[in-house]
T-cell receptor, first 112, second 115 residues
Framework: ETGVTQSPTHLIKTRGQQVTLRCSSQ?????VSWYQQALGQGPQFIFQ???????GRGNFPPRFSGLQFPNYSSELNVNALELDDSALYLC???????????FGDGTRLSIL | AQSVTQLDSQVPVFEEAPVELRCNYS??????LFWYVQYPNQGLQLLLK??????LVESINGFEAEFNKSQTSFHLRKPSVHISDTAEYFC?????????????FGGGTRVLVKP
């Protein structure tokens, strides 16, 4: 059984640029959540997608947006990158909205 | 809304000694509780979960946690640690029947096992 996979593993951008991070959910999982983990902190919930619809959002500005595709893979898009966006971005999938989440290894984003 | 407090940011412990990681939460609704482990340069791995039933839950690698509703705690314990247990541990909570299962995490406890 393939787990949650994220790409790329590392990314370097400059302020003002845009970035797209990708996530393939675990087989059979229809729910994908994204989290931001700043250095030395716990992950913070960004948003969740269930069957291609946004199903909850954390305290992040609109320049953080997402998509879920019919195969339940997902993208996280961040526009107008700021230095504080430097973090590990984690994707997690679950069988359904109320099932335990399984995490990928993350994408480490560095903003210069 | 929920919040999670992990009372120790770092716990040094000798190999084969016991360890306890403390986690307290607050919530206005009933909750599910989780412990995740994060090894360097990796994502989070689910260690154990409390959904319902017995308040004592165990993992396959010797960890256990006890849900205490009156004290709003979910402390993690292991009677004898190995070098390989060196990692960061996160306690997390989600509200029952919440819109989605958004996880709220504590700040993490870094466990350093010394030989």
């Amino acid at each position: 059984e393939t787990g949650v996979t994220q790409s790329p593993t590392h990314l370097i951008k400059t302020r003002g640029q845009q970035v797209t991070l990708r996530c393939s959910s675990q087989s059979g999982h229809n729910t994908v959540s994204w989290y931001q983990q700043a250095l030395g902190q716990g992950p913070q919930f960004i948003f969740q997608y269930y069957r291609e619809e946004e199903n909850g959002r954390g305290n992040f500005p609109p320049r953080f947006s997402g998509l879920q595709f019919p195969n339940y893979s997902s993208e996280l898009n961040v526009n107008a990158l700021e230095l504080d966006d430097s973090a590990l971005y984690l994707c997690a999938s679950s069988l359904d909205r109320e099932q335990p989440q399984h995490f990928g290894d993350g994408t480490r984003l560095s903003i210069l | 809304a929920q919040s999670v407090t992990q009372l120790d940011s770092q716990v040094p412990v000798f190999e084969e000694a016991p360890v306890e990681l403390r986690c307290n939460y607050s919530s206005s609704v009933s909750v599910y509780l989780f412990w995740y482990v994060q090894y360097p340069n990796q994502g989070l791995q689910l260690l154990l979960k409390y959904l319902s039933g017995s308040t004592l839950v165990e993992s396959i690698n010797g960890f256990e946690a006890e849900f205490n509703k009156s004290q709003t705690s979910f402390h993690l314990r292991k009677p004898s640690v190995h070098i390989s247990d060196t990692a960061e541990y996160f306690c997390a909570v989600t509200g029952l029947k919440a819109a989605g299962n958004k996880l709220t995490f504590g700040g993490g406890t870094r466990v350093l096992v010394k030989p």
